[in-house]
């Protein structure tokens, strides 16, 4: 079965950097589009990032553009965020997202369970 584990989280200073891990099976992950969002408490869940399958095109919340970057390894089905001058705001449960096709154009939705980052001093 599918299955996303996201590692890397954890407690940083503002200003400080992380990357996040996202380990897939149970599927092609070279067919499928990977995403990272995030979650703060109270609040809805946002998209941080997208990547496409072959990794030629990527997306960015304006939030996070040209502090975050996305990046995948498809010899390792892994899919990673590195984050940089990270901010309070940046504190939330960050979730890994795969877009895994079963026709054409058509896709189902899988979820990792989640890694907290907390930037806080």
């Known amino acids: 079965q599918v299955q996303l584990v996201e590692s890397g989280g954890g407690l940083v200073q503002p200003g400080g950097s992380l990357r996040l891990s996202c380990a897939a099976s149970g599927f092609t992950f070279s067919r499928s589009p990977m995403s990272w969002y995030r979650q703060a408490p109270g609040k809805e869940r946002e998209l941080v990032a997208s990547i496409s399958a072959t990794g030629a095109t990527r997306n960015y919340a304006e939030s996070v553009k040209g502090r975050f970057t996305i990046s995948r390894d498809n010899a390792n089905n892994m899919v990673h965020l590195h984050m940089n001058s990270l901010k309070p705001e940046d504190t939330a449960l960050y979730y890994c997202?795969?877009?895994?096709?079963?026709?054409?154009?058509?896709?189902?939705?899988?979820w990792g369970q989640g890694t907290q980052v907390t930037v806080s001093s």
């Open positions: 997202n795969a877009l895994v096709p079963y026709s054409i154009n058509s896709y189902n939705d899988y």
